[in-house]
């Protein structure tokens, strides 16, 4: 009777993450129901608390090579289990920036919670995708959460503005990744991506059919990334969303654009490097220079560090160009350690936003040596990070995503992308300049509890001693890659 079984039974326990996930999500949702405002506290520490649990069983269920399971369409290995840990260490850290700043706008509701979570669950079944709807599923379960925490104020015409834009973009994106994919599927038979790969390397790279599913396919991803020309949405929804999304959506779902394109692109469509290399090198440059040059003309914070992300995605998708194992190990450096910095940064940003007041134009950073040491020392080690300055983290991982470019031949990509990393410098460093070196007649003044400031200096410092000290985690990405 078992030989005559028509599908293998799957490994449960490979995906016991995301079902514990789903539990405590479901958990969180029916207690939530029954609390009052002044007992929300409880989501909150629910929330933590089912990270914690999800963390633990990620742990302790870890493998050590890839296995596959669920008929092909979900696969756990080691570089997936280092992403999620990651990622849920910082949709934790982004709960406990974000809990103040919601308290004191009346919007602690058990939604920003249970959507932060639902995301998380979407940014898990994306890392471990294997299967082309497995990775629609991810995206969309992450994409509509992400959609909801952008119109979580409802009071607020640009949050609902904001959400609109992202909406209908992210839909059209979706559409994008979805003809690609139904191209691949008529040319290779499979939506598996290790049957879509073998189907790829058989027809070839010079295959018209193939190229031109690879190229809708390259679409979608560059939307999720942020990547220029697909970015147009990413400065309306980081300004227009209330501070604590802008915070999570700049955050964790970039290691889960990470994770999509080395499931994509390298597992699927890893045959035809030479192809996708080609249209990522201009997009790289695209990204950087526009991101770079479009940053100096900015005067709010959020708006600045939208741009900069744009930059960042630029230099990510240099470690993918020589199409080695070291490449993409660098590029999962280079996004980890952005990941901790722009967490540091948007932390830094809530810490200052209290009395119902939003820091959002970079004049309002004036005087904060004098009027707040702490959270200027704080933002100045994250902005010396992102610019590229020794010894700060991001100078090693610019360092070696630039020499990735250098070994796929590209030299003359890897002076612009040093030339960018010069430009780049010049906007972060008048953050700092605008701590230490200015007055203002109202300067800010840092208000948070003693675990907040707790975690932001431990944020901080993260990104110095990585960039002292770097190798452990580069040994990391290596082994795991």
């Known amino acids: 009777m078992t030989g005559s079984m028509p599908f293998a039974m799957p490994e449960m326990m490979l995906a016991l993450p995301e079902m514990v996930l789903l539990g405590a999500v479901s958990l969180v949702l029916m207690v939530d129901i029954f609390l009052s405002d002044r007992q929300r506290h409880w989501t909150y520490l629910l929330s933590l608390l089912s990270l914690v649990a999800v963390a633990a069983v990620t742990v302790t269920t870890a493998v050590g090579s890839p296995e596959i399971t669920f008929s092909g369409n979900f696969v756990r290995d080691p570089m997936g289990d280092a992403l999620k840990l990651v990622s849920y260490l910082i949709v934790g850290v982004v709960f406990l920036y974000s809990r103040p700043y919601l ?3 009346g919007l602690l509701r058990g939604e920003f919670f249970v959507l932060g979570l639902f ?24 994409s509509l959460s992400l959609y909801a925490m952008v119109a979580f104020d409802r009071d607020s015409s640009e949050a609902s503005e904001a959400a609109m834009k992202y909406f209908v973009l992210g839909a059209l994106a979706s559409g994008t990744l979805l003809y690609g994919i139904s191209i691949l599927y008529g040319i290779t038979g499979s939506l598996e991506l290790g049957e879509v790969a073998r189907g790829v390397a058989a027809r070839g790279v010079g295959d018209i059919p193939v190229l031109l599913g690879l190229a809708f396919i390259i679409v979608g991803v560059s939307f999720k990334l942020g990547a220029v020309p697909f970015h147009m949405w990413l400065p309306d929804v980081y300004q227009g969303a209330p501070t604590a999304t802008t915070l999570f959506i700049g955050s964790a779902p970039k290691l889960a654009a990470f994770a999509l394109m080395m499931r994509v692109l390298v597992e699927g469509l890893g045959d035809v490097q030479s192809a996708w290399a080609d249209i990522l090198t201009l997009l790289a440059v695209l990204s950087m220079v526009l991101g770079n040059l479009a940053a100096i003309a900015q005067t709010c914070i959020k708006r600045m560090l939208a741009y900069s992300t744009i930059s960042h995605v630029g230099f990510l998708i240099l470690g993918f160009l020589p199409g080695t194992s070291a490449g993409y190990a660098t590029a999962m450096f280079y996004t980890v350690t952005y990941v901790l910095m722009a967490t540091g940064a948007f932390g830094v940003v809530l810490l200052l936003s209290h009395a119902g ?6 004049d309002d950073f004036k005087g904060l040596s004098r009027s707040s ?37 590209l030299t003359w990509l890897a002076l ?46 993260i990104v110095l001693a990585l960039g002292i000290f770097p190798a452990g985690l580069l040994a990391l990405c290596v082994r795991v890659v």
């Open 119 to 142: 995301a998380l669950l979407g940014m898990m079944v994306l890392i471990s995708a294997h299967h082309f709807l497995t990775v629609y599923l991810g995206l969309e379960l992450l």
């Open 103 to 105: 308290v004191e706008r």
């Open 373 to 409: 040491p702490f959270a200027a020392a704080i933002m100045g080690l994250l902005m010396f990070g992102m610019a590229g300055v020794p010894p700060m983290v991001g100078f090693q991982a610019k360092l070696l995503v630039i020499r990735s470019a250098l070994d796929a031949d």
């Open 357 to 362: 007041k939003d820091v959002d134009a970079l």
């Open 416 to 461: 612009v992308a040093v030339a960018m990393s010069v430009v780049g410098a010049y906007y972060y460093l008048r953050v700092v300049k605008l701590m230490y070196f200015d007055r203002s007649d109202e300067p800010l003044e840092a208000q948070g509890a003693w675990d907040r400031r707790a975690v932001l200096a431990a944020n901080g410092l």
